[in-house]
Nanobody
């Protein structure tokens, strides 16, 4: 089973940038589809971005053109570069690892707050 630890959250002003990291351990990272989800207070969790083992990416409509997901298999880490942040991006961001045969794992989440 893979274990995930996120980092990089914090407080940023509107229009600013943050980069989230999710470090994986305990399994073969390169075999997993990695994703970032977020959940704001009172709202359902939503997919922010995902990246397959082959490098194909997918983004939620609200972040297209502003966020970029990437992975470094040598470092067992997935990143989420967030630019042009808006107050509505405020949420707990959680990393997910999924593999059809090896299962599904979640990180503990990291808070991102966009406010002036």
């Amino acid at each position: 089973q893979v274990q995930l630890v996120e980092s990089g959250g914090g407080l940023v002003q509107p229009g600013g940038s943050l980069r989230l990291s999710c470090a994986a351990s305990g399994s073969i990272f390169s075999l997993y589809t990695m994703a970032w989800y977020r959940q704001a207070p009172g709202k359902q969790r939503e997919l922010v971005a995902s990246i397959t083992s082959g490098g194909s990416t997918k983004y939620g409509n609200s972040v297209k053109g502003r966020f970029t997901i990437s992975r470094d298999n040598a470092k067992n880490t997935v990143y989420l570069q967030m630019n042009s942040l808006k107050p509505e991006d405020t949420a707990v961001y959680t990393c997910n690892a999924a593999n059809l045969y090896r299962g599904n794992a979640w990180g503990q989440g990291t808070q991102v707050t966009v406010s002036s």
